[in-house]
């Protein structure tokens, strides 16, 4: 498909309302024309700001992750360290960061991974996945108030066969995971 095959599949935006601000989500109710002249009076988009994840391993090889309770679920979970990228911040620098306050943990060699979305239908933002290699433990967790987290190094062979038996859930996180197996020819 070209370029311009796609801009002929574009909604015309008619109309925008912002139903709900703050800091963490936005929701908008968008007004939009199809191409084939179909009117949608309400197509609800969910606003974020950019989000990474990182891939940190130690120069042994050990998965820095990290285990923190999720609340839309209800429960406790084994995760790569993410978070929010802030206004102006490069994602770059934003995963660094998260990295560091979360688990202690920075320095190494830095790879953007992969750029994927969690729900393009409805969201509107980009999650920046990254492979840190050789980090080291630098400083103590500078963790928000609002978080508990535990850090724990897992091996690859752990973390693999949480994948495997289906232990990771989220989803943002599963896909660089398995990318990173995938590429690497690891697993069975």
């Known amino acids: 498909m070209t370029s ?6 574009k909604w015309n935006v008619l109309s925008t309302e912002y ?4 800091p963490w989500l936005t929701v908008r109710r968008d007004t939009v024309q199809l191409p084939n ?3 949608h009076p309400e197509y609800y988009v969910l606003e974020y700001p950019k989000w990474i994840n990182v891939i940190a391993i130690t120069p042994e090889g050990k998965f820095v992750m990290v285990r923190q309770y999720r609340h839309g679920l209800g429960i406790v979970a084994t995760e790569l360290c993410a978070g929010v990228v802030e206004d102006g911040e490069d994602p770059l ?3 660094k960061r998260e990295l560091l306050e979360e688990t202690g943990y920075a320095g190494g060699e830095w790879e953007l991974s992969m750029v994927i979305s969690a729900n393009p239908g409805s969201q509107n933002n980009l999650s920046y996945c990254y492979i840190a ?11 928000d108030t609002t978080e508990d987290i535990r850090v724990e190094l897992l091996s690859e062979e752990e973390v693999y066969g949480m994948l495997e038996r289906d232990e990771l859930k ?7 995971l398995w990318k990173y197996f995938a590429t690497k020819g690891c697993g069975r």
Do not use: K, W, Y
Not at 19 to 22: A, I, T, V
């Open 4 to 9: 311009a095959d796609s801009n002929d599949m």
């Open 19 to 22: 139903l709900f601000n703050r």
């Open 37 to 39: 002249g179909t009117i």
């Open 93 to 95: 620098d934003g995963a």
């Open 133 to 143: 290699r050789g980090v080291e433990l630098v400083a103590e967790q500078h963790l």
């Open 170 to 176: 989220q989803s943002l996180m599963c896909a660089p």
